[in-house]
């Protein structure tokens, strides 16, 4: 009963190097997204994706980027981390066909960029 | 654009008290409205959910009414416990942005007091 599985849970980066955060599912779900978590801010979207090979950018994608090769995984890519990167990263994952909102998350990885 | 604003936290309740968290909503269509809960260390989860005006919501005592003619989707509990004690988010989804993404809020820390 996995459901949504993120890893690493937390990271330390320094400015500028790069790092995968990674989503798997084991639901058959085709929507896929990322959220990042900011005090006072609530969660806002970075990237999400209909289905393998579709991807597209949310409300804060810079600094970002995603691709989705199988409907499993969908790892978030930061090639240059900024202390602005600092927040706590979700994954979530829905259904495909009409949208109900109903999305399942990960238990989130925070990253540290110092 | 839409948007999502709830009232401001921490709320703090002793055991048995009653609850309500504000929330109230700008969207330019006809949006579903979501309550999620983010328990410590966990990844959000989904309360409740209502998709068109008057219907109510409800799940383990809460309950919420979508309320057209005020924007407002307000979160009750007749009677708090400890266990209850969580962030809570307001959330909407737009059916026309076909992005079927979430608009948050910027959430309410609940601590119940025993």
């Known amino acids: 009963n996995a459901g949504v599985t993120q890893t690493p849970k937390f990271q330390v980066l320094k400015t500028g190097q790069s790092m995968t955060l990674q989503c798997a599912q084991d639901?058959?779900?085709?929507?896929m997204s990322w959220y990042r978590q900011d005090p006072g801010m609530g969660l806002r979207l970075i990237h999400y994706?209909?289905?393998?090979?579709?991807?597209d950018q949310g409300e804060v994608p810079n600094g970002y980027n995603v691709s989705r090769s199988t409907t499993e995984d969908f790892p978030l890519r930061l090639l240059s981390a900024a202390p602005s990167q600092t927040s706590v990263y979700f994954c979530?994952?829905?259904?495909?066909?009409?949208?109900?909102?109903?999305?399942?998350f990960g238990e989130g990885s925070r990253l540290t960029v110092l | 654009g839409d948007s999502v604003t709830q009232m401001e936290g921490p709320v703090t309740l002793s055991e048995e008290a009653f609850l309500t968290i504000n929330c109230t909503y700008t969207?330019?269509?006809?949006?579903?409205l979501f309550w999620y809960v983010q328990y410590p260390g966990e990844g959000l989860q989904l309360l409740l959910k209502?998709?068109?005006?008057?219907d109510k919501g409800s799940n383990k005592g809460f309950e919420a009414t979508y309320r057209k003619e005020t924007t407002s989707f307000h979160l009750e509990k007749g009677s708090v416990q400890v266990s209850d004690s969580a962030v809570y988010f307001c959330?909407?989804?737009?059916?026309?942005?076909?992005?079927?993404?979430?608009?948050f809020g910027s959430g309410t820390r609940l601590q119940v007091q025993p």
């Open positions: 979530a994952s829905s259904y495909s066909g009409q949208h109900t909102g109903e999305l399942f």
């Open positions: 639901m058959n779900h085709e929507y």
């Open positions: 994706s209909v289905g393998a090979g579709i991807t």
């Open positions: 969207a330019t269509g006809y949006p579903s």
């Open positions: 209502a998709t068109k005006a008057d």
């Open positions: 959330a909407l989804s737009d059916p026309n942005t076909g992005r079927r993404a979430l608009t």
